[in-house]
């Protein structure tokens, strides 16, 4: 069983910047594409980016430009670097792992999810 947990998360102004990273324990070896989803009040779960173990790379449209995913695969590690934030980008923010390389947006791919780590952009 993989657990994953999320840190950094915080209050942000407009146009700064967070990096939030998840941490990957468990049954690793079985874990291959990882990625971020986000949950706005009211809203449902969205993909923002996801990262397989050999380096692809997905994005969701609205953050592309200001946001990088990157891994360390030998710490079992996520990050979400966010630049440019603004007051839409306030959520909390899910890391998923899934057993495949398929880097898709779908919840459905992704089998493992941590607690989430709330982020919130003041305008």
């Known amino acids: 069983q993989v657990h994953l947990v999320e840190s950094g998360g915080g209050l942000v102004q407009a146009g700064g910047s967070l990096r939030l990273s998840c941490a990957a324990s468990?049954?690793?070896?079985?874990?291959?594409?990882m990625g971020w989803f986000r949950q706005a009040p009211g809203k449902e779960r969205e993909f923002v980016a996801a990262?397989?173990?050999?380096?692809?790379?997905n994005y969701a449209e609205s953050v592309k430009g200001r946001f990088t995913i990157s891994r360390d695969n030998t710490k079992n590690t996520v990050y979400l670097q966010m630049n440019s934030l603004n007051p839409e980008d306030t959520a909390i923010y899910y890391c998923?792992?899934?057993?495949?390389?398929?880097?898709?947006?779908?919840?459905?791919?992704?089998?493992?999810w941590g607690q989430g780590t709330q982020v919130t952009v003041s305008s």
């Open positions: 998923a792992a899934g057993t495949t390389n398929y880097v898709g947006r779908s919840t459905f791919l992704y089998n493992y």
């Open positions: 468990g049954g690793t070896l079985s874990m291959d594409a």
């Open positions: 990262m397989s173990r050999s380096g692809s790379t």
